[in-house]
């Protein structure tokens, strides 16, 4: 029998015990409390932050959209009056 083997193995059931003691313990809890309403926070303004640029961007293509309006309407009026001319 290996000696060593068994010894690391039971050093890891040890190890192992004792994180998972850690890992449920009342500062873990508050530790993971804490991380959770970070996310949390982090989430609201990551969502408040799409909203404004969602916003913005409706904005914009409402504007394009009407720029293209007025350009079009104005190469209308450049074609009548091409048109008039060429009657005449």
Do not use: H, P
Not at 38 to 57: F, I, W
């Amino acid at each position: 029998m290996n000696w060593v083997k068994i010894g690391l193995f039971a050093g890891g059931a040890l190890f192992g015990s004792a994180g998972i003691e850690l890992l449920t313990s009342k500062d873990a809890k508050k530790l993971y409390t804490q991380c959770t309403a970070a996310v949390l926070r982090m989430k609201d303004q990551v969502m408040k932050t799409a909203t404004s640029l969602q916003e913005n961007c409706g904005d914009i293509l409402a504007d394009a959209k009407e720029i293209n309006e007025q350009r079009a309407a104005e190469d209308d009026a450049v074609v009548e009056d091409a048109d008039d001319k060429a009657a005449e």
